[in-house]
């Protein structure tokens, strides 16, 4: 096959792989709505996150972020804090998907040279420790003063660790984790298929 018809290939397989994870990283979104624990639903989005960014690259992991903090934006997930400041809230969201998804691309790569099950788990961490970590930040920037009416007489951090993200952050984290030799066996595939 000459070059360009494996550059066409791979282009087109790109396409079409980018298109399928954004259609999930959406229905996911949606399904994830039913699975609330506190103020904010699990986030089931991360595990096709951190394949798409394993899969291209950190562009596409920022890319499926930027689509998953749409999509949180969009069924309502942020209604909480769009009320309060709806700038800070559209920032905050989109931001945090689409760094989550940039940074997992990034640690992949660099890791997976060394060694790629290493890379699909260093990846896995990093989704949910930056989208939570970003968030948590947002929070502090943007609402801090509501976040402070909200705790009460609890510490403000306290609360914003526990409140807004204790057992939602541990679960992501352990769906990514439990998930994480379906990741390495779908990229490994996708890889092939990519060839």
Same mark, same amino acid.
């Given at each position: 096959m000459s070059n360009t018809n494996t550059q066409k290939k791979m282009n087109v =397989?790109?396409?079409v792989g980018m298109g399928l994870l954004t259609a999930i990283v959406v229905v996911l979104q949606l399904v994830s709505m039913a699975l609330r624990f506190g103020m904010? =639903?699990?986030t089931l989005t991360l595990v096709p996150i951190v394949v798409g960014a394993a899969l291209y690259n950190w562009k596409a992991g920022a890319w499926l972020g930027l689509v998953f903090?749409?999509?949180v934006l969009i069924t309502?997930?942020?209604a909480a804090f769009l009320q309060i400041n709806a700038i800070g809230t559209i920032i905050t969201v989109l931001v945090k998907g689409a760094m989550a998804g940039l940074a997992a691309g990034l640690v992949y790569h660099l890791v997976s040279?060394?060694?790629q099950i290493a890379g699909v788990i260093a990846a896995a961490i990093t989704a949910p420790l930056v989208?939570?970590?970003i968030f948590l930040l947002g929070s502090a920037v943007f609402f801090l003063d509501t976040i402070t009416m909200w705790?009460?007489?609890?510490n403000v951090f306290v609360y914003m660790l526990v409140g807004l993200v204790g057992f939602n952050f541990f679960i992501e984290l352990g769906i990514n984790i439990l998930l994480n030799p379906t990741i390495l066996q779908i990229i490994r595939i996708g890889k092939k298929k990519l060839k």
């Amino acid at each position: 096959m000459s070059n360009t018809n494996t550059q066409k290939k791979m282009n087109v =397989s790109t396409i079409v792989g980018m298109g399928l994870l954004t259609a999930i990283v959406v229905v996911l979104q949606l399904v994830s709505m039913a699975l609330r624990f506190g103020m904010f =639903s699990i986030t089931l989005t991360l595990v096709p996150i951190v394949v798409g960014a394993a899969l291209y690259n950190w562009k596409a992991g920022a890319w499926l972020g930027l689509v998953f903090g749409a999509a949180v934006l969009i069924t309502g997930d942020a209604a909480a804090f769009l009320q309060i400041n709806a700038i800070g809230t559209i920032i905050t969201v989109l931001v945090k998907g689409a760094m989550a998804g940039l940074a997992a691309g990034l640690v992949y790569h660099l890791v997976s040279k060394k060694n790629q099950i290493a890379g699909v788990i260093a990846a896995a961490i990093t989704a949910p420790l930056v989208n939570t970590g970003i968030f948590l930040l947002g929070s502090a920037v943007f609402f801090l003063d509501t976040i402070t009416m909200w705790a009460g007489d609890t510490n403000v951090f306290v609360y914003m660790l526990v409140g807004l993200v204790g057992f939602n952050f541990f679960i992501e984290l352990g769906i990514n984790i439990l998930l994480n030799p379906t990741i390495l066996q779908i990229i490994r595939i996708g890889k092939k298929k990519l060839k």
